[in-house]
């Protein structure tokens, strides 16, 4: 029984040790109900054997040790352990002990010579509640184990010292029942202790639950609100178009469209259309950024050159917003990836000069031990601390109710906290409504690179190719066909890709450099299909390209881990061009 004075799972769980002495309180009021009640009778007994002064001491200990335990069970219930639940097991186990040794005594009054009626009594009573200590003890072993042996002991040494042969059956009578007893406390406690365990278990598991089903409620709130915003974000300008494309179409029908009116046209439509992309660029980038497909590459970067670009980049804003623009030169060298770094602390910077009206905006950095800490301050109109948390999800715009197109679309600082978390930079907020704010970002420091390193740019796009187009939009085909023969190349296209080989053949066949396909087709062919399959029948891994309108996170990951790139609808004239030239480059 050494084992129960360390039971297994005590210095493991603090909590299971709190929940044992729960138990362990929790289960005392049997015995203390039975030290009530049970002494009377007794006494009644003994009344003709011991002394009605020694009957009365004996009564008054056993009932103030009882109140005792019951007053300290009321204050474990009604305080708790204040953190210390081993203390108030032992508070309550030194109590047990003590009444234990008052039952106990019964055997010194008990084992008498020619008295068998009351010695039968007193080993019943003795049986009796050691037996029935066991489940209200057993959840804290050494409060029964001492309990019992304070009651058995001295019956045990008045036997051992009596000289007839029947006290030796009591004597083994006694031993096997604390035998017996021990391996019953030696269950229980495991039940309880493995009954504690599964309902720590079972707690922990309705906790994890309970945060899921709040963060899927928290998700579904944020989604909802998410595509609300993106609605009107994207319904606002292809509105724009609708009615720039009426007012053409009413010139049209006049005649001849005058010239600055055809000019004043296009621009809005560029404008508009930039919008457009813009929009849907933002979701990209927070697409790629959920989807886990954004490369890392990390190099050491110089703050100085970071933030020389930087000073150069915002100084015209500044001056034409009439802003003061600090940058603290820096010769830190930080651990991070280049052009990730610098997008986040641009749209920083961006946030910042789009909400400040006066006074101005300061990026500097703190080294603070094995790291730095870059920090964008402005003397905007501060953000509230309730909502400090709120400006990095999607579409928040505080200070821009009405959603002007100017002030941004509201995914900077989203983008922002998603670029962090995939560095592994931690960033900050400090803001007093009126006073402005500062963002910080905290990056690991790093030794400095290697001079001269060389640097590698894209190669300009060239004529002359042949390239294959699939798609099953005509328009589409149309589209590409013209733009890509005004580029100079020469252009096969078709619906799917055996029409895309045929319009090859037809044309008199030769080297293809291209592939160029829509992801989504007829048939539910995908473009990585066409694609496939169009490297097979000519036999050659050629470059490819693939565009798509999906923008969910497992067609992302599916770009990321093929041999083609992946452009997304809408597709400038310049990206497609670059994307041609780094394909075949």
Known sequence: ???????????????????????????????????????????????????????????????????????????????????????????????????????????????????????????????????GAVPSLSAFPPAYVGSMAAMLAPTLVRCLTQDEAIYGVYVIFIVCLAVVNLYYCRVTYRTVTETVRLRSQNLALIRDLEGERDRAQTADRSKTRFLAAASHDLRQPIHALGLF??????????????????????????????????????????????????????????????????????????????????????????????????????????????????????????????????????????????????????????????????????????????????????????????????????????????????????PEACGGLRILVVDDQAEVLTAVRGLLEAWGHSVHVGRDADAALRAHAKAGGGAVHLILADYRLGDEVTGREAVTNLRLRLGANLPAIVITGDTSPSRLREAADRDWRLLHKPVKAETLRDAIALAVG
Request: aromatic share 6%; proline share 6%.
């Open 1 to 131: 029984m050494g084992e129960q004075h360390q039971p297994t799972i005590i210095g493991q769980d603090a909590l299971a040790w709190k929940a044992l002495v729960e138990v362990f309180y929790r289960q005392s009021y049997a015995v203390l109900f039975a030290n009530f009640v049970v002494p009377l009778p007794v006494a009644w007994v003994l009344r003709e054997e011991v002394s009605l002064p020694v009957l009365v001491v004996w009564i008054a200990g056993m009932y103030l040790l009882t109140a005792a335990r019951v007053v300290l069970a009321q204050l474990h219930r009604i305080q708790g352990d204040g953190g210390r639940p081993l203390v108030w097991a032992w508070r309550s186990t030194v109590l047990s002990w003590a009444s234990s040794l008052l039952w106990g005594l019964l055997g010194l009054v008990g084992v008498m010579p020619g008295e068998p009626h009351l010695l039968a009594f007193v080993c019943i009573v003795l049986t009796g509640l050691t037996c």
């Open 245 to 458: 494309a009426g007012a053409l179409g009413v010139w049209a029908g006049k005649g001849d469209v005058p010239s600055h009116e055809a000019a004043g046209l296009s621009d809005r439509l560029k404008t508009v259309i930039g919008n457009l992309s813009g929009v849907l660029d933002g979701l990209l980038d927070v697409s790629k950024l959920d989807a886990g497909v954004v490369p890392v590459t990390r190099e050491p970067v110089s703050l100085g050159c970071l933030f020389a670009d930087l000073r150069e980049e915002y100084a015209g804003l500044a001056q034409e917003r009439g802003l003061s623009w600090r940058v603290i030169d820096s010769a830190l060298w930080v651990d991070s990836d280049p052009v990730l770094l610098r997008r986040m602390i641009g749209n920083l910077v961006s946030n910042a000069f789009r909400y400040t009206r006066r006074g101005g905006v300061l990026l500097g950095v703190r080294r603070r031990g094995e790291g730095a800490v870059i920090q964008v301050v402005d003397s905007g109109p501060g953000i509230a601390e309730d909502q400090q948390e709120l400006i990095f999800d999607e579409f928040v715009q505080l200070h821009n109710p009405e959603r002007d197109r100017a002030q941004g679309l509201g995914l900077g600082l989203a983008i922002v906290r998603r670029t962090a978390r995939l560095l592994g930079h931690p960033i900050a907020v400090r803001s007093v409504e009126g006073r402005g704010s500062s963002f910080s970002v905290a990056v690991p420091l790093t030794t400095p690179a290697a001079p001269d390193a060389p640097v590698c740019r894209p």
